[in-house]
């Protein structure tokens, strides 16, 4: 095996030998080689970055148009003066990702309604603006172009405008929406060459050869701004033809050779040209400090390196075996390791078990504790219900019964006058009854708060109970979000209770309910028409059910007021803080 190794070895040097000597007497061609490939790849380099950019310049615009045809299908129900503000503002902060400097709203009669970026100028004139004259002579909407100077702290500065005609349904013309670009920020932000281009200068001219963007440069007429232009400078901007790419070498007015690549394009109608120019020393930079009699030093120093690196390899052939060994080993360590794993699994899926076992039989005791709490809760209900009736409707009943046998003695003895008393009150304690009645019945019958909201159970109520009783029920939701189960439980129960007690004691003809639901707290106001009350009387004496719902508001971090007096109705009015339910739970 030794000797097979020593034969190779010479093989090998033999063949480095043979390959230097080649290398040597091919330096001076390679070189030169070497300098036209690696301008060769700069320029193609040059040109796949103009390109992207162009592509991504006219994208840009695409989806720019399409914001602004879907922010205008937006407007078509009518512009107001908020509903502009709120659209707008919107929709900036979307169109910033693409450019976008300022979008404003200008009416049919071209006066600035609003503007994001630009607030000074809202209630300019802008119906001299041919780009609001092309607008207004549109059948429908679609985007009109317009190229602009900027004033102000960008003055000088290119921009383009692209205005979006606004119609109402139906084809009325109500104004014109339209967004600013600065050119100079549109192609920076699209211009990504790599590190070995992060040396050249990307600029652009339109087709009337006037700078829109250079790094150095102001924007102007080339031939103003560059004193003098050398001809094959010139010759290099006219051989671009649109939808092209172009490489090409020219003197600069720096009279240095420089390497330029140009990408024509469409932008809103009118031919830019795309340009990237780097001085040709500083593309050959890495080859110029090596002559070309120092190539063949390199190429002996390469081969050198390269030899010593096969030389290591043999001397360290030795070690193979101790490395194969140690793979080995650590392949019976994983398979010890897998077994582990295997019986660590089993014991898994044997503890699993064992909980599930455990978690059914805590479900099964849930459901029998459920079902016993719900025994209680009909025990608890039903007696309730028969002191309802003992208390309110067997009394007005008995009520009825004495009234009947007075006025059977009145009419007996002729006494109309109190005769007709006595039945006006045998007539209110029957309707007292019937109230009382159909309360108890609704409550037999709730409406269920997990099947139709707070809202639909309070609805549900006032048409079940209030408007069969003659009362005029009113119920406003505002706001926005679905309530907890216990904050509806609790907003139905107070509601319910105060519309019992407006039933039984106030003899009003309207009750409402407003409830607005906030993003911290939730408020509701129960409000009748009655005889009203004097609350003095009622302070530290419980009744009517108040006692109950202040405990319900407090137990939620709420408070409870009332308002009332003799003959002005009766306003309760609740508030609660809002938590996640997960708290309720705990």
Same mark, same amino acid.
């Given at each position: 095996m030794k000797g097979k190794f020593q034969k190779q070895f010479i093989v090998i040097c033999v063949l480095f030998l043979l390959a230097l000597t080649g290398l040597v007497f091919f330096s001076q061609q390679a070189f030169l080689e070497g300098i036209y490939i690696v301008k060769d790849s700069f320029s193609r380099q040059q040109r796949l970055v103009l390109k992207q950019t162009a592509v991504g310049i006219e994208k840009n615009l695409e989806l720019i148009v399409q914001e602004l045809e879907i922010l205008s299908q937006s407007f078509a129900g009518g512009i107001g #003066?908020?509903?502009? =503000? &709120?659209g707008l503002d919107a929709f900036f902060v979307h169109l910033e990702e693409y450019f976008v400097n300022d979008i404003g709203l200008i009416d049919a009669h071209g006066i600035l309604q609003h503007a994001v970026a630009t607030p000074s100028l809202i209630g300019t004139d802008f119906s001299s603006r041919n780009y609001f004259k092309k607008s207004m002579a549109l059948a429908q909407a679609a985007p009109v172009y317009e190229f602009t100077t900027f004033q102000g702290t960008d003055s000088g500065r290119k921009g383009i405008v692209i205005a979006m005609p606004v119609f109402q349904n139906d084809r009325q013309f109500q104004g014109v929406i339209v967004a600013a670009i600065k050119i100079n920020e549109l192609l920076e932000g699209f211009f990504s060459p790599d590190d070995d281009q992060a040396q050249s200068e990307f600029w652009a001219v339109d087709s009337s050869i006037n700078i829109l963007m250079h790094p150095r440069l102001e924007p102007g007429p080339l031939a103003e701004v560059v004193k003098p232009i050398t001809e094959s400078f010139a010759l290099f901007l006219n051989n671009a033809t649109t939808g092209e790419s172009y490489t090409g070498e020219y003197l600069s007015p720096a009279r240095e050779i420089t390497i330029g690549s140009a990408y024509s394009l469409k932008v809103a109608g009118e031919s830019w040209t795309l340009i990237t120019s780097t001085p040709e020393k500083n593309i050959l930079k890495p080859l110029t400090p090596f002559s070309r009699k120092y190539i063949s030093v390199i190429s002996i120093i390469f081969l050198a390196i390269i030899s010593a690196t096969f030389i290591i390899f043999f001397l360290f052939k030795k070690y193979h075996d101790e490395l194969m060994q140690e793979i080995s080993e650590r392949k019976l360590m994983q398979e010890e390791l897998d077994r582990n794993q295997e019986k660590l699994e089993e014991m898994v899926r044997l503890r699993t078990s064992e909980l599930n076992r455990t978690h059914q039989q805590l479900q099964n005791e849930v459901l029998q504790r459920k079902h016993a709490m719900e025994e209680a809760v009909v025990m608890e209900e039903r007696g309730r219900l028969a002191r309802e009736l003992h208390d309110s409707v067997s009394q007005s009943l008995y009520s009825v019964t004495l009234f009947a046998e007075t006025s059977r003695q009145l009419a007996a003895k002729g006494d109309e006058k109190k005769l007709q008393e006595n039945l006006n009150e045998l007539v209110g304690c029957a309707i007292g009854a019937l109230k009382e009645l159909r309360l108890l019945v609704y409550d037999l019958r709730p409406a269920s708060l997990e099947e139709e909201g707070l809202e639909g159970a309070l609805r549900k109520r006032l048409e079940t109970v209030e408007q069969r009783s003659g009362v005029k029920g009113h119920l406003e939701v505002t706001g926005g979000g679905r309530l907890t189960v216990v904050e509806e439980g609790a907003l139905y129960r107070m509601a319910q209770e105060a519309l019992n007690n407006a039933l039984k004691h106030s003899k009003a003809n309207s009750v409402s309910v407003r409830i607005h639901v906030g993003q911290e707290r939730v408020e509701m106001e129960v409000t009748d028409n009655g005889i009203g009350f004097l609350l003095e009387e009622r302070a530290g004496k419980g009744g009517m059910g108040l006692s109950s719902m202040r405990e319900r508001a407090e137990k939620l971090d709420g408070t409870m007021t009332?308002?009332?007096?003799?003959?002005?109705?009766? &306003? *309760? =009015? *609740?508030? *609660? =803080?809002?938590? #996640?339910?997960? *708290?309720?739970?705990?």
């Amino acid at each position: 095996m030794k000797g097979k190794f020593q034969k190779q070895f010479i093989v090998i040097c033999v063949l480095f030998l043979l390959a230097l000597t080649g290398l040597v007497f091919f330096s001076q061609q390679a070189f030169l080689e070497g300098i036209y490939i690696v301008k060769d790849s700069f320029s193609r380099q040059q040109r796949l970055v103009l390109k992207q950019t162009a592509v991504g310049i006219e994208k840009n615009l695409e989806l720019i148009v399409q914001e602004l045809e879907i922010l205008s299908q937006s407007f078509a129900g009518g512009i107001g #003066p908020e509903g502009a =503000k &709120s659209g707008l503002d919107a929709f900036f902060v979307h169109l910033e990702e693409y450019f976008v400097n300022d979008i404003g709203l200008i009416d049919a009669h071209g006066i600035l309604q609003h503007a994001v970026a630009t607030p000074s100028l809202i209630g300019t004139d802008f119906s001299s603006r041919n780009y609001f004259k092309k607008s207004m002579a549109l059948a429908q909407a679609a985007p009109v172009y317009e190229f602009t100077t900027f004033q102000g702290t960008d003055s000088g500065r290119k921009g383009i405008v692209i205005a979006m005609p606004v119609f109402q349904n139906d084809r009325q013309f109500q104004g014109v929406i339209v967004a600013a670009i600065k050119i100079n920020e549109l192609l920076e932000g699209f211009f990504s060459p790599d590190d070995d281009q992060a040396q050249s200068e990307f600029w652009a001219v339109d087709s009337s050869i006037n700078i829109l963007m250079h790094p150095r440069l102001e924007p102007g007429p080339l031939a103003e701004v560059v004193k003098p232009i050398t001809e094959s400078f010139a010759l290099f901007l006219n051989n671009a033809t649109t939808g092209e790419s172009y490489t090409g070498e020219y003197l600069s007015p720096a009279r240095e050779i420089t390497i330029g690549s140009a990408y024509s394009l469409k932008v809103a109608g009118e031919s830019w040209t795309l340009i990237t120019s780097t001085p040709e020393k500083n593309i050959l930079k890495p080859l110029t400090p090596f002559s070309r009699k120092y190539i063949s030093v390199i190429s002996i120093i390469f081969l050198a390196i390269i030899s010593a690196t096969f030389i290591i390899f043999f001397l360290f052939k030795k070690y193979h075996d101790e490395l194969m060994q140690e793979i080995s080993e650590r392949k019976l360590m994983q398979e010890e390791l897998d077994r582990n794993q295997e019986k660590l699994e089993e014991m898994v899926r044997l503890r699993t078990s064992e909980l599930n076992r455990t978690h059914q039989q805590l479900q099964n005791e849930v459901l029998q504790r459920k079902h016993a709490m719900e025994e209680a809760v009909v025990m608890e209900e039903r007696g309730r219900l028969a002191r309802e009736l003992h208390d309110s409707v067997s009394q007005s009943l008995y009520s009825v019964t004495l009234f009947a046998e007075t006025s059977r003695q009145l009419a007996a003895k002729g006494d109309e006058k109190k005769l007709q008393e006595n039945l006006n009150e045998l007539v209110g304690c029957a309707i007292g009854a019937l109230k009382e009645l159909r309360l108890l019945v609704y409550d037999l019958r709730p409406a269920s708060l997990e099947e139709e909201g707070l809202e639909g159970a309070l609805r549900k109520r006032l048409e079940t109970v209030e408007q069969r009783s003659g009362v005029k029920g009113h119920l406003e939701v505002t706001g926005g979000g679905r309530l907890t189960v216990v904050e509806e439980g609790a907003l139905y129960r107070m509601a319910q209770e105060a519309l019992n007690n407006a039933l039984k004691h106030s003899k009003a003809n309207s009750v409402s309910v407003r409830i607005h639901v906030g993003q911290e707290r939730v408020e509701m106001e129960v409000t009748d028409n009655g005889i009203g009350f004097l609350l003095e009387e009622r302070a530290g004496k419980g009744g009517m059910g108040l006692s109950s719902m202040r405990e319900r508001a407090e137990k939620l971090d709420g408070t409870m007021t009332v308002h009332t007096a003799p003959g002005c109705g009766t &306003s *309760i =009015k *609740i508030a *609660i =803080k809002r938590y #996640p339910e997960k *708290i309720y739970e705990r």
